[in-house]
């Protein structure tokens, strides 16, 4: 049954991956986005050198989000359009392995853009890259984004205004990951003492919104 159950998270992961190397067009909108955020902010707000540490942050992570929902958006609401999404239904597939392959899915495509804007980022704000250190940390905020994120996209794509739907969902409940997303990142730049576990906050919102979204998306989908 594991075995099955992997199959189906691989098929339908390829199927989704192909279809975007075929387009492109998903991921050419979220990194022109999030690349257009960074250059906002950079010509927006004078960065000098005491309070670069306090903006570069929450551009980056400004930048991830709305590339993120630009992209949770559009995949799921294509799934709907072209008529696969039924079609993916009616056959006798896990609804649980649906939910896993949209989020590798989107997790690839979101990472994808993520390791293109860091490069620019580093660039335009004239800071390094940490050695590494924001890896994790991105790879974490970004799978609590992502995991609530298809869950609400299953759900707003079955409406005609799932572009505005999907934001004003997703937004007030990942509040927490992106706070502490951005005060570890504002860490890295500059390190603080006695600073809150966020980065516990950040796994233990991981693991509860995962398990939820695993086993809510079933009830949604077939909405």
Known sequence: MVRI????VWAILWKDIRCELRSKQTLMGM???ALLVLVI???????????????APGAL???FIFASMLGLGRTMAAEREQGSLDRLLLSPVDRKA???AKLLGNLLFIGVVELVALPVFAILFNLPLFGGALIPIVLLGTLGIAAIGTLFSAMAAATRAH???LPILVFPLIVPVVIAAIRLTQDIMAPTINEPPWLSLIIVFDIIFLSISMLAFQ?????
């Not at 159950?5 to 189906?8: D, G, I, N, P």
């Open 5 to 8: 159950f992997f199959e189906q």
């Open 31 to 33: 990194g022109l986005f």
């Open 41 to 55: 902010f950079n010509f927006t707000f004078d960065l000098r050198a005491n309070n670069t540490v306090a903006v």
């Open 61 to 63: 992570w400004v930048a």
């Open 98 to 100: 649906i939910y896993l």
């Open 163 to 165: 572009e505005l739907l």
């Open 219 to 223: 009830y949604v989908i077939e909405e």
